[in-house]
Antibody, heavy 122, light 108 residues
Framework: DVQLVQSAAEVKKPGESLKISCKGSGYTFTNHWIGWVRQMPGKGLEWMGIIYAGDSDTRYSPSFQGQITLSADKSISTAYLQWTTLKTSDTAMYYC???????????????WGQGTLVTVSS | SFVMTQSPSVSVAPGKTARITCGGDNIGSKAVHWYQKKPGQAPVLVIYYDSDRPSGIPERFSGSNSGDTATLTISRVEAGDEADYYCQVWGSTSDHPLFGGGTKLTVL
């Protein structure tokens, strides 16, 4: 069965760094994009960026460009979302999602991780 | 960047039909996908490529896309359908996915 398992919830202070993970299993990790989605409390879903696990081709949403770094380690089928300097406004639920196979310009996301809650508070 | 507009909320009585729209300039030329998001749960894909349904999604869920409007239709609405629904396309110039603002479906 296809699964995306995300790392556990985190509580951090402003200014700290953080890297959360998303481990894929049950499929060929390198054949799909992994996308990251933010949901702030009481708000809608926002795409942050996507990374192609096969070659680490990365695309960032303009709102998140320069604020986050996406990476992937295909040897362990794991994608990462990283911040170097957290802000209180980064408090949110973060989801990873797997793209459809061989998509280009029309991808949908068919499997989702369970979410990682990040709380940033002094 | 391509902008998609969804009504903030739709209300429908159980057993009736809910129509949730996603507007955008010539959105009919794009592939539209729909997700259901319930509180405390991960999003679930309910419609892809305008009108295809993933396995496990009830036939009550259907989709269409033409002109400037894509529509998610839920027939014979049940209490369990109450959720936020998001449309998604791939931005042609932005080269990454885009969501609409989401529609909250309330079952009366």
């Amino acid at each position: 069965d296809v699964q995306l398992v995300q790392s556990a919830a985190e509580v951090k202070k402003p200014g700290e760094s953080l890297k959360i993970s998303c481990k894929g299993s049950g499929y060929t990790f390198t054949n799909h994009w992994i996308g990251w989605v933010r949901q702030m409390p009481g708000k809608g879903l926002e795409w942050m960026g996507i990374i192609y696990a096969g070659d680490s081709d990365t695309r960032y949403s303009p709102s998140f460009q320069g604020q986050i770094t996406l990476s992937a380690d295909k040897s362990i089928s794991t994608a990462y979302l990283q911040w170097t300097t957290l802000k209180t406004s980064d408090t949110a639920m973060y989801y990873c999602a797997r793209s459809s196979l061989n998509c280009g310009g029309d991808c949908y996301f068919d499997y989702w991780g369970q979410g990682t809650l990040v709380t940033v508070s002094s | 960047s391509f902008v998609m507009t969804q009504s903030p909320s739709v209300s429908v009585a159980p057993g009736k039909t809910a129509r949730i729209t996603c507007g955008g300039d010539n959105i009919g030329s794009k592939a539209v996908h729909w997700y259901q998001k319930k509180p405390g749960q991960a999003p679930v894909l309910v419609i892809y490529y305008d009108s295809d349904r993933p396995s496990g999604i009830p036939e009550r869920f259907s989709g269409s896309n033409s002109g400037d409007t894509a529509t998610l239709t839920i027939s014979r609405v049940e209490a369990g359908d109450e959720a936020d629904y998001y449309c998604q396309v791939w931005g042609s110039t932005s080269d990454h996915p885009l969501f609409g603002g989401g529609t909250k479906l309330t079952v009366l």
